[in-house]
């Protein structure tokens, strides 16, 4: 690269790592109008100067005319970071017989001087590649800067601040976790185990004040932090196992205004407050939590809750406050259940310990439920009341045998149901549909076998009916009534009473039985706050 090509561009050069006390000027000017032994005087603004003396580059003071610095380097012009060797010793590095100095390019406010005097842009410093022709953009590139704070420890948490000028610190002084749940999958819900498995993303986000990050990027991926400081570790109260864990590597967001070093240290930093910046690690895990179906006895109109609760790990608890922010999920369907809503809400969890809790809201795939456990029994129950019209004695042994098969029919599908769900205390809706279609084909058999008996009786007895004469006294009709009721009812009479229960009274009773029980099923599956 030609030097004097470039700084014919950039005439106007800064001054880096300048020695306290000798009074050096920051910026220089190339004097194309002076030359020396075949070389361009580079003049201060103000104090001094830099010439060549026909052996080496020399700092010399323009009033006095002494020698301040001069290196033994003899390349064309002394751009770039070059040893110094100053008349004070006392400006000398620690351990070295010189000081290191800068001259380089003005490079202005979103540009990085190389260490050989050249700029760049300063979002390829410490960007993976080579931009200095020196290397220099990829040295020391450590991304946390610690160094600020004595006797630091990625172990523990920040310690409690008394003022509040800081962000993320809340009222209390605690540093403040956020906390975004997305659900990414539900793998099962498990009733009879009472415990369901879901898939998560878990993105926690929180402020250092303790730290420094040096050239952060405004992609995340580039501002990756390697197990260097403390993160939050989250308890899950009611976890029962996990599954499998992909813990992503914890990054710092850009979002504060960068500080940049004075001209006063050789090397050009650009760092960034662990007050403005927030670090966030995202872990995706695959566990399985325990579930208490508490509406069970409301199946198949109940709504369940399912729940995550988490809460600082012990060894940061009294110095976090845990916040929920966000959460974000997909209507599913899974394992007969349609997750409907998931919410995030700060609570205090057991054992007096405040926490965020994950309330994962289910109702039950209820047009399944309906076709496959209540419409085959409302099916079989019409089937039953239609044979009640075969009244012929001819049709008696079709009748009995249509309305058993029927509840054996009932009988393995309540039994299936019974197995599939938890035990519960107290009888289950669906219990009670299924006892209910037990119940119909049993009353159809029974009234037939009763008119069936009727038909065997040969001892039919004839009442004959008798025509009350009017009577003025009222006493005199009621004794008459009472005499004719204690008469026993004919045969055919019984027939008759018998016949019109099986056509009308039995699914009268049936059809506002249904109509009950499904105005309160819904009733409760609509009725979030029941």
């Excluded at 390829?124 to 020196?134: A, I, L, M, S």
């Excluded at 009748?399 to 039994?415: D, G, K, R």
């Amino acid at each position: 690269m030609c030097t004097l090509c470039m700084l014919k561009d950039t005439p106007v050069l800064h001054l880096r790592g300048s020695c306290p006390g000798e009074n050096l000027d920051i910026s220089y000017m190339m004097q194309f109008d002076t030359m020396k032994d075949g070389r361009y005087e580079i003049s201060g603004l103000s104090t001094t100067k830099l010439i060549w003396d026909g052996t080496r580059w020399t700092f010399v003071n323009m009033v006095t005319g002494d020698v301040v610095a001069y290196t033994d380097d003899t390349r064309d012009y002394p751009i770039g970071t070059f040893n110094w060797n100053f008349e004070d010793k006392k400006c000398s590095d620690p351990g070295e017989n010189g000081r290191k100095m800068n001259l380089h390019q003005a490079c202005g406010k979103e540009k990085y001087a190389c260490m050989n005097g050249f700029c760049i842009y300063s979002k390829y410093r410490c960007d993976g590649n080579f931009d200095c022709k020196d290397f220099s953009d990829e040295m020391n590139c450590n991304l946390v800067n610690t160094s600020l704070t004595p006797n630091y420890n990625k172990e523990n948490p920040p310690p409690i601040y008394k003022f509040k000028s800081l962000n993320r610190i809340g009222e209390d002084g605690k540093t403040v976790v956020n906390v975004d749940f997305e659900v990414l999958k539900f793998i099962d819900i498990n009733e009879i185990d009472s415990s369901f498995s879901i898939q998560f993303k878990l993105t926690l986000t929180w402020r250092d004040p303790r730290l420094v990050f040096n050239f952060l990027k405004s992609s995340n991926s580039e501002n990756i932090i390697q197990n260097e400081t403390w993160t939050p570790r989250i308890d899950y109260l009611n976890f029962r196992r996990s599954l499998s864990e992909n813990t992503k590597q914890t990054f710092v967001k850009k979002e504060g205004t960068p500080i940049r070093n004075g001209l006063d240290e050789v090397d050009m930093k650009e760092t960034y407050s662990g007050m403005e910046n927030n670090l966030i690690k995202k872990n995706v895990h695959q566990a399985q939590f325990n579930c208490f179906f508490t509406s069970l006895t409301n199946y198949p109109f109940d709504t369940e809750y399912c729940m995550i609760d988490m809460a600082i790990a012990e060894n940061a608890y009294n110095f976090t406050h845990f916040q929920s922010n966000k959460v974000a999920f997909k209507r599913v369907d899974v394992s007969g259940y349609n997750v409907i809503d998931v919410k995030i809400t700060e609570q205090i969890l057991e054992n007096n310990k405040k926490g965020v809790r994950l309330i994962i809201q289910l109702d039950r795939d209820i047009c399944n439920i309906l076709l496959s456990t209540f419409l085959p029994p409302l099916l079989m129950i019409i089937i039953n009341q239609i044979s009640n019209h075969f009244g012929n004695e001819a049709y008696f042994d079709t009748i009995i045998t249509v309305n058993l098969t029927c509840m054996m029919v009932i009988s393995a599908l309540y039994i299936s149901i019974s197995s599939s769900l938890p035990i519960t205390t107290t009888i289950k809706m669906v219990d009670i549909w299924l006892l209910f279609s037990l119940v119909y084909p049993f009353l159809v058999v029974l009234i037939n076998s009763y008119m069936h008996y009727l038909r065997l009786m040969d001892t039919e007895t004839k009442t004959e009916t008798k025509v009350f004469k009017k009577n003025k006294k009222i006493k005199d009709y009621l004794k008459q009534t009472y005499e004719y009721m204690k008469r026993p009812l004919s045969t055919k009479t019984k027939m008759k009473i018998a016949n019109f229960a099986a056509l009308y009274i039995l699914p009268f009773c049936g059809i506002v039985f249904a109509a009950v029980y499904f105005y309160v099923g819904f009733k409760t599956f609509f009725d979030k706050t029941s």
